[in-house]
């Protein structure tokens, strides 16, 4: 089967490499017989970008790992095996697009092989990036661009691209590797830009390097390993660029970026002296200009946003916000390896890949979110009412003057009001003070008297309440010329099955609270119609979550009172959780006083009722409901 497989995948890339080599009729024929087969990953990313009508692409393949020491002690801990469970996953972006690599077992010299294959523009992407299966994402084909996409002969073929365009395309390679455990949350082990255009001297469009991971945070500047790399363009150009020409390029932007970025520095400094000219106390205000990475390189905030459309992953901006709520928050390291908030902020590729973060981590992708929505969004800066460092979102209508909070760790939201006698949701409460607002276009720091949430006033182009940083400078600071390493990948779209997941957790819970009610000597007899009756409330719940508005309670009350007959107790206990382990499932509900009564129910004729519904966004990401039901007559 597996000698059938390799063969259908030769069989594949073979004709992909034909069908490169017709579309560009100056291309050179080059043999593949000895280049890496492409996995089926990279087959289908091929297949779907092929429809797109690329004119070029790359193949990156990762041939292999070594010098992997933390892994020494592991292996020796379980006899070369490493640690039970841990495997090491490598994500890979290029150009907005995010691929991933099958798990393999972590060890010293980990089996890391996969050809990842991207679609190359030939200059740098705007701007606004989309989601693969947006249809705005491209332009409306022409009939024979249609005829083209549907494999007829005729049709409107790409222009190939030469080396001196793909010489201007800046853009990095970003390696991202993950460790990960069945009994742990995915640990972030390396973030490593790689650059690729030496391959354009190459004759017949293929090299071969290395790649030297170090760790973050407080160890990235310690290597952890070494990747085996190559890349490969197809079809190769028909042109070739001298060694020496490549080498002139990169010192040419690099000379360009110190002078930007010292001209930057200097416009920094004066800034932040007249700023702190105003007032003592903007000193110990939260302002933001620049922050570190998970590699400690210090980036200015707004080049961490970008306008970011998730297609037709995320239909509205709530479910946006409903959508990042869902990734777990865990506090982010600082630089020195404390717990500080306020220091490094994680490249959203390194965070959608982990699936858990910071604050920061998480403001930053919904107001990329909400950019690409078309709001007036901005992330703030500030502290809470406990006085923790903190991170959210606002949105700001200038024609009715109304601003809008938005908590990303709970996907919250409330209006903001000056006025002391005007209501406010208790969300709005968690925020103190606030130093700073900025996206992708506009950073202000807060220079009205008091910074507390309650009094600001945000009317950003009043100058008397908010220090502007120079559209100039943030502009050189933001493109993608002054920042080719944060390029904000697209969304990728949901691969589970939602119904089969919910069957799964639903089969293991009833399982999991017949021992639990056994070992307490007490009997359990399930109730599936009345299981069933619970559904609609359920599918309120994640309504309300992402819309606000909840609907469907009558019926549901009504049903409830049908079925279940007079004198019979009836007790529901809903929970939501945002993965799917059925065992910490149970365990929060025997946390719960409510939950564990209702466990633990006594009486006659005890029935219990259990009903699991599940969402899943992009990214796999599970929204969980679980309602846990029982009636019986109570003889006390």
Same mark, same amino acid.
């Given at each position: 089967?597996?000698? %059938? ?304 459309? %998730? ?182 779209? %949901? ?142």
């Amino acid at each position: 089967v597996e000698s %059938a497989m390799v063969e259908e995948e030769e069989r594949f890339i073979e004709a992909v490499v034909q069908r490169l080599r017709s579309d560009a009729s100056a291309a050179r024929s080059v043999s593949v017989s000895n280049r890496p087969v492409a996995t089926k990953g990279a087959n289908q990313r091929v297949a779907h970008e092929l429809r797109h009508d690329a004119a070029q692409y790359i193949r990156l393949r990762v041939a292999g790992g070594r010098g992997f020491a933390n892994e020494v002690y592991e292996e020796e801990r379980h006899c070369g095996g490493g640690e039970d469970g841990a495997q090491f996953v490598l994500h890979c972006q290029f150009a907005g697009q995010h691929l991933t690599a099958p798990p393999v077992p972590c060890s010293t010299q980990p089996h890391i092989k996969h050809d990842f294959i991207f679609a190359l523009p030939t200059v740098a992407k705007p701007a606004l990036h989309y989601a693969g299966n947006d249809m705005a994402s491209r332009p409306v084909p022409t009939k024979s661009q249609a005829g083209d996409v549907e494999g007829r002969e005729g049709a409107a073929q790409p222009p190939q691209c030469c080396s001196a365009d793909l010489l201007e395309n800046r853009q990095l390679f970003h390696l991202v590797l993950l460790r990960t455990s069945s009994d742990a949350d995915p640990e972030l082990q390396s973030s490593h830009h790689l650059a690729w255009r030496t391959v354009l001297s190459s004759s017949d469009g293929y090299c071969h390097c290395y790649a030297e991971l170090h760790g973050v945070y407080s160890e990235s500047s310690l290597p952890i390993g070494v990747l085996e790399v190559e890349f490969q363009l197809m079809p190769p150009t028909s042109d070739d660029i001298p060694e020496e020409v490549v080498s002139s390029q990169f010192d040419y932007e690099h000379s360009r970026k110190v002078e930007s970025d010292s001209l930057l520095m200097n416009y920094v400094r004066q800034w932040w002296k007249d700023y702190l000219g105003i007032r003592s106390s903007h000193a110990s205000r939260q302002v933001k200009l620049f922050v570190k990475d998970e590699n400690g390189d210090s980036h200015m905030v707004c080049s961490l946003l970008r306008p970011l459309r %998730a297609g037709r992953y995320i239909s509205s901006p709530r479910q946006a916000a409903r959508f990042v709520s869902l990734f777990p928050f865990t506090s982010t390291p600082w630089m020195d390896g404390s717990a500080h908030h306020e220091s490094s902020w994680t490249s959203i590729l390194a965070f959608v890949s982990r699936k858990h973060g910071g604050c920061e981590e998480h403001a930053t992708l919904l107001c990329s979110l909400l950019l690409g929505f078309g709001l007036n969004a901005f992330v703030c800066v500030g502290k809470q009412v406990n006085g923790q460092h903190h991170v959210w979102v606002a949105t700001i209508d200038e024609d009715t003057d109304q601003t809008t909070f938005w908590e990303s760790l709970t996907g919250q939201r409330c209006v903001h009001a000056v006025d002391e006698k005007a209501s406010s949701p208790p969300a709005c409460h968690i925020y103190s003070t606030l130093g700073c607002v900025f996206n992708h276009e506009a950073c202000y720091a807060n220079i009205q008297p008091s910074d507390k949430v309650e009094d600001c006033v945000f009317a950003l182009s009043d100058k008397r309440r908010w220090k502007a940083v120079s559209s100039t400078a943030i502009l050189s600071a933001t493109s993608q010329h002054a920042t080719p390493a944060l390029d904000i990948p697209a969304l990728r779209p %949901a691969t589970l099955d939602a119904h089969l997941i919910s069957d799964h957790i639903e089969t293991d819970l009833v399982h999991a609270v017949q021992q639990y009610r056994k070992k307490k000597g007490l009997a359990c007899t399930w109730d599936r119609e009345l299981g069933y009756m619970l559904t609609p409330a359920l599918e309120s719940y994640e309504h309300e979550r992402c819309s606000g508005l909840s609907y469907g309670n009558e019926e549901f009350q009504m049903a409830i009172r049908h079925y279940v007959q007079e004198g019979v107790t009836f007790k529901a206990f809903p929970v939501h959780f945002a993965h799917t382990n059925p065992t910490q499932m149970l365990d929060t509900c025997l946390r719960s006083p409510v939950g564990q009564d209702i466990l633990a129910c006594r009486g006659d004729e005890v029935k219990f009722s259990l009903r699991v519904l599940t969402k899943v966004f992009a990214e796999d990401l599970c929204a969980v409901w679980l309602m846990i039901a029982v009636q019986y007559c109570s003889v006390f």
